[in-house]
């Protein structure tokens, strides 16, 4: 007898602020029935409103054209816009901000607009029944290249901090059947999963 469940949703790999390509994930996964995108990190997209209105322009597309769109849920990845804010554009930092919001420790996601969301670090969320855990973040193997404040920021990498919230959270989820990760090597995880 095959116990194996099936993951309703399709994971996207790293955008890097390529909206042409997220909107490809959309429309396959909205083919398919499919109502879950779940981006891994490197996005990039949260920080520019005329990519957020093109987005929910694409939105409304797949709305009209297959009944539904998927709601796309993202990881922060070691190639985002940590800090840098600019007029009516944010940084993941705010996103994060509002995931702590009061001191509060939220295990939910921060909605953006009403088909995009951030996941925190430590985030859960259910999915066909399957508890998926999300833990964004990586250490840049490249950031000797890169400029800090610019193209590197100190944030995308894992804090201690990090790794305790996200054991509390998934231990008061009671577990987690998935871990979705932006970094391969995730070395304090083991005694998380």
Not at 7 to 35: K, Q, S, W, Y
Not at 36 to 61: C, H, M, S
Not at 107 to 134: E, H, K, N, Q, W
Request: proline residues 4%; charged residues 20%; hydrophobic residues 40%.
């Amino acid at each position: 007898m095959n116990t194996q469940k099936i993951i309703p949703a399709l994971f996207a790999g790293d955008v890097h602020g390529n909206l042409a390509d997220l909107e490809i994930a959309m429309t396959c996964a909205a083919r398919n029935g499919i109502d879950t995108v779940i981006q891994v990190g490197d996005f990039w997209i949260y920080d520019n409103p005329q990519d957020i209105q093109k987005l929910e322009r694409r939105a409304k597309v797949c709305e009209n054209d297959f009944g539904f769109c998927p709601r796309i849920y993202f990881i922060d990845g070691n190639h985002e816009n940590y800090t840098r804010d600019s007029g009516s554009l944010r940084s993941l930092n705010y996103y994060v901000g509002r995931a702590l919001e009061d001191g509060a420790e939220s295990s939910a996601g921060v909605p953006i607009c009403d088909y995009l969301t951030y996941m925190p670090r430590g985030s859960v969320m259910d999915v066909g029944g399957l508890t998926i855990g999300f833990m964004g973040g990586a250490d840049s193997i490249d950031k000797q290249f890169l400029v800090p404040g610019k193209t590197w920021f100190p944030e995308e990498v894992l804090t201690e901090s990090d790794y305790r919230r996200a054991r509390r959270v998934f231990s008061q989820a009671g577990g987690i059947d998935i871990l979705v990760s932006h970094d391969t090597a995730v070395p304090a995880f083991n005694s998380i999963v």
